[in-house]
């Protein structure tokens, strides 16, 4: 029985393995920098993401059939490896940044490859494989695409069936193998969807969020707009009664500088004989004040 520190020192490193692993995954799906549109990014991570699976487990598959075979090499499992060669170099033709054809030649080859490999391996069981060419069609291609592949691969299978007619009779072995192959690359296009829906609800509360935030300051701006335009009518209001020029100007600089809360609030008159602007009536907030008969503007 593990010690409760060894049982937490195991799981550290257990979650230290796990986060190398998930760097190291983010590294080899990293898409090119020249590629600036976010959804061809990630779709060019996908197919980053789907390479690498489909290799790794082909490599299984290809393991799993020599011990099959007591450890002789088949023509299947030769073609299978080729196959693995030609599919990285179609990882690092999309890792350069070309992501379209370098995804369409990536499909276009597994569909290939599931058609021509019954007939020159003579072994039927690559005739499971057209419907993962048809997912990796439907996760990477346009729609029109997949279409064209789904009715030229019914075509195939007709043509197949008539001029090159195989049977064989399949274990579970066969099965655990197709499994093996295809089982992965939906966890992956699952990982890729479960990415793409927090980044758009990242997105969207951001979005929100800012939406708030402009709501909020364009409410407060029409609070304060609407208390100006209240702060203006009640002096107006308290001044109107107010005739004497030497006692209205004093009281609205007052009045204005405590109801808008400011800290300088002066009034010019404009003299015409002399045209200079005199300081009538000032108030401000400084310690030291001006004088209203020595500040004059020519």
């Known amino acids: 029985m593990l010690e409760p520190g060894t049982f937490l020192g195991e799981m550290a490193n257990l979650m230290k393995s796990l986060t190398t692993l998930t760097n190291f995954w983010h590294f080899l799906t990293r898409p090119h920098p020249s590629i600036t549109d976010i959804e061809q990014k990630r779709q060019s991570k996908l197919l980053a993401g789907l390479i690498m699976a489909l290799i790794t487990m082909s490599l299984s598959a290809s393991v799993l059939l020599i011990v099959r075979n007591n450890g002789v090499v088949s023509d299947t499992v030769k073609f299978l490896w080729m196959a693995m060669v030609l599919t990285t170099g179609m990882y690092f033709l999309n890792r350069s940044g070309r992501y379209g054809i370098s995804a369409f030649i990536f499909v276009l080859y597994n569909f290939l490859v599931t058609f021509t490999m019954p007939i020159l391996t003579a072994d039927p069981s690559w005739l499971w ?17 997949t279409a064209i ?25 066969t099965t655990t193998v197709v499994y093996t192959v295809i089982a992965p690359l939906v966890l992956v296009f699952m990982n890729h969807r479960i990415g793409v ?9 951001g979005a929100n969020e800012a939406l708030q935030r402009s709501e909020a300051d364009l409410e407060r701006r029409v609070a304060d707009r609407t208390r100006d335009l209240k702060l203006a009518s009640d002096v107006a209001r308290q001044i ?15 009045k204005t500088k405590v109801a808008f809360n400011l800290y300088f609030v002066s009034v010019f008159l404009y003299q015409p004989e002399s045209q200079q602007l005199i300081l009538a009536a000032v108030q401000v907030k400084w310690a030291v004040k001006c004088e209203q008969r020595n500040l004059l503007f020519a």
């Open 129 to 145: 494989f057209p419907i993962m060419a048809l997912l990796l069609s439907a996760m990477l291609l346009p729609r029109r695409m």
């Open 149 to 173: 592949f789904f009715f030229a691969g019914l075509i195939l299978h007709v043509i197949l069936a008539n001029v090159y007619p195989q049977s064989a009779q399949f274990s579970n072995f």
């Open 197 to 205: 829906e927090q980044e758009r609800q990242q997105e969207l509360q």
């Open 240 to 254: 109107t009664t107010v005739l004497d020029l030497d006692q209205l100007l004093p009281q609205l600089v007052e």
